[in-house]
């Protein structure tokens, strides 16, 4: 069971904090993403931004067609707490 909800899908995917690189296995972004010294959330190695990101779970289940392989449905134990909002991006 994750401790750590995903800025992605919004489950409780994750057993590491933030930055540690840890690849969500429901939707697949990579949470490496922070806040920068300016305010801006950091894509970082991801292919997309976060809020395409967002949107391609919402509509096909991953947070890029090139994930599909690479994603599952979320378990009982990883309950939908929320996505990350209120953020900006470059
Ligand atoms: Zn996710």
Known sequence: MGKYICDCCGHKTL???KKSYEICPVCSW?????????GYYDTGANSTILSVAQK????????????LNYVRKPKDDEPYVGELKEYRER
């Not at 990579?30 to 300016?38: A, L, P, S, V």
């Not at 391609?56 to 994930?67: E, L, P, T």
Request: glycine share 8%.
């Open 56 to 67: 391609n779970y919402k509509d096909i289940g991953a947070c890029d067609k090139r994930c």
């Open 30 to 38: 990579q949470n490496d993403g922070y806040i920068d010294y300016e």
């Open 15 to 17: 057993t590491d904090p």
